[in-house]
């Protein structure tokens, strides 16, 4: 599947989410370039600098419209690339490509939005469904901050096995500083609408020094197992 959202002042304003079956799925050798249905997705590298240009092709439910785009960044891979993998390699995380800049054009009828601006590209993979990876909670951050992204990734485990805990400062030239032994904490509990408990305010704070505060401004997307806010 291929899903699109589109967000204009904090809020969602177009969704997208299509299905396709197996065989609509052209994967290249390189793993990384594929065409799925009539969309196009494209990585170029050369040697450590990456361009990522995705053409859109969709069809829009109700309608007899298409939706056309082209989303495209281009910059320095993280060296080395960073991560979380799963006990069993069942699940792995990386960021690819941070505190980038790039251009979106998106055309529905008669209708264009251009967007440029900071990009950040990641790679969240599986050989198992979520549900399956003994997952308890999971709290992923991405601030963009000048002229370098923070990013903090925390997994507790349902059985209580070792937690992944990560606190990263990623520059535009790929270099990537990780904050060692870095403490969670949470306040002001809230309840969303479809159930999920959140807290407006998380602290971190690391033995070398690191402090940092994350206040939750709004709820973009609230689902029944899954929330996704703006931040500051």
């Given at each position: ?11 969602c ?98 209708a ?6 900071r ?29 370098r ?56 704070r ?13 709820v973009v997307?609230?689902?029944p ?8």
């Amino acid at each position: 599947g291929l899903s699109l959202a589109r967000y204009e002042k904090g809020r969602c304003v177009d969704y997208y989410l299509q299905e396709y079956p197996a065989d609509a799925l052209r994967l290249a050798s390189s793993g990384r370039d594929l065409d799925l249905g009539l969309c196009r997705i494209r990585w170029h590298e050369r040697g450590s600098e990456l361009e990522l240009r995705i053409q859109l092709d969709l069809p829009v439910s109700g309608s007899d419209e298409r939706l056309w785009g082209v989303i495209e960044t281009r910059g320095t891979s993280t060296q080395p690339p960073p991560g979380a993998a799963g006990r069993d390699a069942g699940h792995s995380w990386c960021p690819l490509m941070t505190a980038t800049q790039g251009r979106a054009e998106l055309t529905l009828g008669s209708a264009t939005a251009t967007l440029t601006g900071r990009c950040y590209v990641d790679s969240n993979a599986s050989s198992k469904p979520l549900n399956a990876l003994g997952i308890e909670s999971w709290r992923w951050g991405r601030i963009a901050l000048q002229e370098r992204e923070l990013i903090y990734y925390f997994v507790e485990a349902e059985d209580g096995a070792p937690d992944i805990e990560l606190v990263l400062e990623i520059f535009p030239d790929g270099r990537v500083h990780s904050h060692r032994n870095v403490r969670m904490r949470r306040t002001a509990s809230r309840r969303s609408m479809f159930g999920p408990a959140y807290s407006s305010r998380i602290e971190l704070r690391g033995d070398d020094g690191f402090e940092f505060d994350v206040h939750v401004k709004h709820v973009v997307d609230d689902g029944p197992f899954y929330l996704r806010f703006i931040v500051e």
